[in-house]
């Protein structure tokens, strides 16, 4: 990330940002949540979240009305607007579990096109009520006896009645079952899953379901991916989520009762692993307790009892094996299976406790290879001592590193450090001798700020939540950086933190960001250098088809420049980043991507190289034309019929060749290249008369119309000799193409008795008639005086005819004479 290159021209490329004018969407919206409470999307999910329950029939009436009335809000988690609270995060905000987080619903129905819809949706819920009742006529199995439910519906049946059962619980006697958090963001309820799965058929068909919002359709499939991303991410956020009450145990009462009830659902879930006799892939004839135990050992079996230790202390990852489908698990069990180390480092890299639930379970009749498992203590034990981004995980070989650059570990720092003696010694007299840290906010100097739009000095945060998603990976590309949750598009994941240098310094010249002003766009302020000190944001590799950007930002006291989801990023996806074009000049993009900027650079340098080697054989080949013409002298004449043809083939080469623009050079080039042509015997054994003196092919282009009359005129002049009527007859017989009279006769020449008399006469008759004609004509326009004048004239034409007719008698008499002879 050299100062010239990374981020300084990225940004630009990218044209500075005032967010103070344009933030991103979430961006604004924090701004009206106050971002002081909640910065991030993520970190909303922060607080401990409720049990994810089945809402009732009104709460999601009222949770689509909630959508229509506010603009922002979209039910499509493919929307584009960030910051869209799930639904349990609404459900959330309903029973006030974060009401300073989230917007009250008040708040949003107060808004203008809340009033505008209000009655629509009063009507609409009367219609949907009048539906609902329909529906539930329509699928009671009594009304509908055909209806056979497909196989998986009974356990989901199952598990709508427990949710509803837990719900109902949790509304009875809140304290019975600790809130977990299950923010399984946006996922269609239990209910909306089981009537898509039993197929009701017309009843439920989309025409007949009132259209909330932008709501569009998406494929099954693409629901589904989003169904399992959104678990995958559910049980990360839980994990992380039962991890934190463990660590605030010893300090909070309260988390550590919410953490010995979290403990007392995952010692259940275990027992059922533990006592399960059979267990298989194969859940066709299970019913839902036997499948959910079978789910259960299987993932202990597949993948190890600490691990299973590990997951069922996430809500999400219980409801998986209890509710959901089977495409459904061993789809997410699959996405586990495949990251499981990642998720088994990250739960060590933090503390997480999972042995004190095995070890009750421990001795003679625990499973094959539990108590192993159990005592079997390794470095990553150790793990929990080292900060979390200060190990790169290799999936590939299971191991873990520290991040290592020239001998240098690569520690983690918090802030962007500002030390006056870097900036003493500074070349540009701007920033030599800089006293204070220039990225420090004086009042409008950067802008507003970015999440509150103040215009002074204020205390917002960026929250840290996301970089309790990421993880360092070892990639080809060095040390990468891996998503471990989803973050949708506009969250700010992180603040690229580094030691501040003056935008001269080169002393880091792979991971330096130039930080450039947001008001005075091309105002370069410091050059941020973690190449030893800094954050996971200086791992993320190059994309140039990135999912993250950089932006420059002001928030709270400081100017600084932040790491941007561009869209939505899903659990185990790796972040990029784009460097910028100028970072690859003399370096090699390995991302792969279409219109990456080395395949772009690659092709033009081959064009070049291309057009550098045509040129360098263009000069070798016209310079052995130029030789090959003062040693053969005249004899090039012989070659110009192949000449031609060698023409015809070099433009055809030419036109398949991408950019030719100098044809006639290249022609030449082909002449040369491939050398005087092979001549066919006979052809070198005819004479020719084109110019020996003149370039072959000005000689093929001119030769035959005028090579000719100088044949016939040396043939009248010079009177009938021998030799020369032999030459003569042999230059007729090259020419004979380019005269059909001529032709006539020399082909007829080696004819005898009466075709050729039949010819001859033919010819002659055709002579005199055209004299006479010509006369005729010539005596009708001109007058009686003019008669001598006409008479010259018609003489003269008569002369014309009888050169003509001269050739003709003079070859007849050769042709006599041969004969004779
Ligand atoms: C800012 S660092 C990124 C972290 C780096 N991978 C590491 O191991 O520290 C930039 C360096 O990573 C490597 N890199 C990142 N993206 C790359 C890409 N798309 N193709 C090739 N190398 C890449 C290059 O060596 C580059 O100089």
């Known amino acids: 990330m050299a100062a010239s290159g990374y981020l300084n021209s990225q940004v630009s490329d990218n044209g500075p940002k005032d967010a103070s004018n344009l933030p991103p969407r979430s961006l604004r919206k924090r701004r009206d949540k106050g971002e002081d409470k909640s910065p991030s999307k993520i970190s909303k999910t922060s607080p401990p979240a409720p049990t994810r329950t089945v809402r009732s029939r009104a709460k999601q009436r009222q949770e689509e009305e909630d959508t229509i009335c506010s603009p922002s809000k979209r039910p499509n988690k493919s929307s584009p607007i960030p910051s869209q609270p799930s639904r349990t995060q609404k459900k959330r905000g309903q029973e006030g579990g974060d009401a300073d987080s989230y917007p009250s619903k008040k708040s949003k129905t107060s808004s203008p096109a809340s009033s505008q819809t209000s009655q629509s949706l009063e009507e609409r819920r009367q219609e949907e009520e009048e539906q609902e009742q329909e529906e539930e006529a329509d699928s009671s199995p009594s009304k509908r006896p055909g209806t056979t439910p497909p196989n998986l519906s009974q356990p989901l049946q199952l598990g709508e009645e427990r949710r509803e059962e837990g719900e109902d619980n949790a509304d009875s006697s809140p304290g ?55 678990i995958l ?167 873990v590193r520290p991040p290592i650059f020239r001998d240098r570990l690569q520690k983690h720092v918090e802030f962007s450090t500002f030390d006056p003696k870097d900036w003493e010694t500074a070349t540009d007299p701007e920033h030599r001798g800089l006293k204070k840290d220039p990225t420090l906010r004086k009042d409008l100097n950067h802008g507003l700020c970015d999440l509150c739009a103040a215009g002074k000095i204020c205390e917002c945060q960026i929250k840290k939540a996301p970089f309790e998603f990421v993880q360092l990976v070892q990639t080809t590309m060095g040390v990468g950086v891996r998503a471990l949750a989803q973050f949708e598009k506009g969250d700010i994941l992180a603040e690229f933190v580094g030691p501040l240098h003056p935008p001269c310094y080169i002393g880091d010249p792979v991971y330096a960001l130039t930080m450039q002003g947001k008001v005075r766009v091309k105002e370069e302020i410091a050059l941020i250098c973690p190449m030893e000190f800094g954050n996971f944001t200086r791992f993320i590799n190059h994309s140039c088809r990135a999912n993250t950007t950089f932006e420059r930002r002001t928030i709270g006291d400081r100017a600084m420049m932040t790491v941007e989801a561009l869209r939505d990023i899903q659990p185990f996806e790796e972040l990029t980043v784009n460097y910028g074009r100028a970072y690859w000049k003399g370096r090699t993009c390995e991302c792969g991507e279409e219109g990456c900027y080395t395949k772009q650079e690659e092709r033009k340098k081959q064009q070049r190289e291309r057009e550098m080697e045509r040129r360098k054989q263009r000069d070798m080949q016209l310079e052995a034309s130029k030789n090959v013409a003062t040693e053969e002298d005249g004899d090039t004449e012989e070659y110009s019929d192949e000449e031609d043809e060698e023409e015809d083939t070099d433009e055809e080469e030419d036109t398949d060749e991408e950019e030719d623009t100098d044809e006639e050079e290249t022609d030449e080039e082909g002449e040369v290249e491939e050398g005087p042509p092979k001549k066919k015997p006979e052809e070198e054994k005819a004479p020719s008369k084109k110019g020996s003196k003149e370039g072959s092919s000005l000689g093929a282009a001119e030769g035959p119309s005028k090579g000719k009359p100088k044949g016939k005129k040396a043939l009248a002049k010079d009177g009938p000799g021998k030799e020369r009527a032999e030459e003569e007859r042999a230059a007729r017989v090259i020419n004979q193409e380019w005269d059909p009279i001529l032709e006539d006769y020399t082909d007829n020449s080696g004819c005898e008795g009466e075709e050729v008399e039949r010819a001859r006469g033919k010819a002659k008759e055709k002579e005199k008639e055209k004299g006479k004609g010509k006369r005729k004509e010539k005596e009708k326009e001109k007058d009686a005086e003019e008669q001598e004048e006409s008479t010259e004239e018609s003489s003269s034409s008569s002369e014309e005819s009888d050169e003509s007719s001269y050739v003709l008698v003079e070859e007849e008499e050769e042709e006599d004479r041969g004969k004779e002879d």
């Open 233 to 399: 991410h559910a049980i990360m956020y839980d994990l992380y989520d039962v991890n934190k009450i463990y660590n605030d145990r010893q300090k909070n009462k309260v988390a550590r009762l919410d953490y010995e009830a979290r403990c007392i659902y995952a010692s259940r879930a275990l027992e059922k692993a533990i006592t399960c006799r059979s267990w298989s892939w194969d859940e066709a004839n299970m019913d839902c307790e036997e499948r959910e135990a079978s789910r259960l050992r299987f993932f202990a079996e597949k993948i190890g009892w600490p691990m299973l230790a590990i997951c069922v202390q996430a809500e999400a990852f219980r409801r998986l094996c209890q509710e959901e489908s089977t495409p459904m698990w061993q789809s997410v069990w699959r996405r586990l299976q495949g990251y499981v180390y990642n998720i088994w480092i990250q739960a060590h890299s933090r503390g997480f406790e999972w042995r004190s639930l095995l070890e009750p379970y421990a001795g003679v009749d625990a499973p094959r290879g539990f108590n192993q498992a159990l005592a079997h203590r390794s470095g990553v034990d150790g793990l929990r001592y080292t900060h979390p981004h200060e190990i790169v995980v290799d999936e590939g070989v299971k191991t």
């Open 176 to 230: 019975e079952r600790p809130k977990t958090s299950s923010p399984a963001p946006a996922r269609p309820s239990g209910s909306q899953r089981k009537r898509g799965q039993e197929g009701e058929g017309a009843e439920n068909t989309p025409n007949k379901r009132p259209k909330t919002g932008t709501f569009q359709p998406l494929s099954i499939y693409t629901e589904f991916i989003q169904d399992r991303d959104q």
